[in-house]
């Protein structure tokens, strides 16, 4: 397929990165090819970090094929050879008999794909610290400006596109594209990854999956860790968004289960680049610590440090933890943070 015939079929598909941020591919694309640096690289984001979230792993074991495909038409898009897979190292393992034959065959096409294993962690997959990563520098993020993917690996800049999007373009090359997403399934009775339509709501998900909880329950959808928190009345009519998942919760979880999971996960996270994600993931943890089950939750003195790093974080990690701690307040306790 002529190249500006796929580029228009992506377009025409409304393919969107399936890494969280939604942006469109066909204007990815078109952006890093327009400039004019001598070489360019592609880079695929195999390095899920979100709490159980392993759709990622899903695609690579059921259709590595479609993923070095969709990888090969961006790199003959590009106009390069040279790609890298950032693979959290625990997927590299778990996939590297489908993969490996797979990239061999890319070397002997001419394709020189380099698999880059990095410790399972959630600040791995974000741009700058991931592209930081591979050229042997700390995984920490990178200013904004210049985007990191301009200033890319070695000076040059990357296409970057997570696993779930290489395997969408490659089903539009092939003509077997269907607007559908893959979500990670948790806390109910047949957890797993699932694939349906990007309209299909929640509550009609986990019907269709024989999911549906038969207990009262409120629901986290999007991230593990980052996702919004809906009632199950509001499942009725929400999407599925973010890096896909749905997460199960009863009703009977108490506010200090729940928000120990939210902030061990960001304590442990943080990568310590930045004061207010550094120092209020920490406190946050510590302050939740000393509260003990059953006891009332502080919320007076939560809600200032939420409100810290959602305004000051230097990257999306630190801001992310807004999201689910004051839906789950407004939503599941009404209580404005
Ligand atoms: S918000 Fe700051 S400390 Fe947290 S992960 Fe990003 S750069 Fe690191």
């Known amino acids: 397929m002529y190249q500006d015939e796929l580029l228009a079929k992506i377009e025409e598909a409304g393919l969107v990165g399936r890494g969280g941020a939604a942006f469109p591919v066909h204007l990815k694309w078109q952006r890093i090819k327009s400039l004019k640096n001598p070489k360019k690289y592609v ?101 904004e400006s210049p985007s990191p993917s301009l200033k890319g690996i070695f000076g040059y800049p990357v296409l970057l596109h997570n696993v779930e999007t290489l395997y969408d373009i ?17 806390g109910v009775r047949n957890e797993g990854v699932y694939q349906f339509g990007i309209k299909q709501k929640v509550a009609d998900i986990l019907r269709e999956t024989n999911n549906y909880p038969e207990f009262p329950f409120f629901v986290q959808v999007g991230g593990g860790a980052s996702g919004e928190i809906l009632t199950s009345d509001q499942a009725e009519q929400a999407v599925v968004g973010g890096c896909g998942s749905i997460e199960i919760y009863k009703t009977s979880t108490s506010s200090k289960q729940f928000l120990d999971k939210i902030f061990n996960f960001y ?23 000393e509260i003990e089950e059953g006891s009332e939750i502080t919320w007076q003195k939560i809600a200032p440090i939420i409100k810290v790093m959602e305004k000051s974080s230097y990257c999306g990690l630190g801001k992310s933890i807004a999201l689910p701690v004051k839906s789950y307040a407004k939503n599941i306790l009404g209580i404005e943070i």
């Open 170 to 186: 490659a089903r539009v090359s092939m003509g077997t594209f269907k607007a559908t997403r893959f979500s990670t399934i948790l």
């Open 267 to 289: 304590a442990k996270e943080s990568c310590g680049k930045c004061t207010p994600c550094r120092d209020g993931s920490w406190q946050l943890q510590q302050m939740l610590a």
């Open 43 to 143: 880079v695929c984001n195999a390095s899920e970090g979100e709490i159980g979230v392993e759709k990622d792993l899903y695609i690579l074991k059921n259709y590595p094929e479609e993923v070095i495909r969709g990888l090969l038409l961006a790199m003959d898009f590009l106009g390069t050879k040279e790609a890298y897979i950032n693979f959290n190292k625990d997927y590299y393992q778990a996939t590297k008999n489908k993969i490996d034959p797979l990239l061999d065959l890319c070397r002997k096409k001419g394709y020189l794909v380099s698999i880059f294993q990095e410790e399972p962690s959630y600040i791995g997959g974000e741009t700058g610290a991931l592209l930081n990563a591979i050229e042997g520098k700390k995984t920490q993020p990178r200013p």
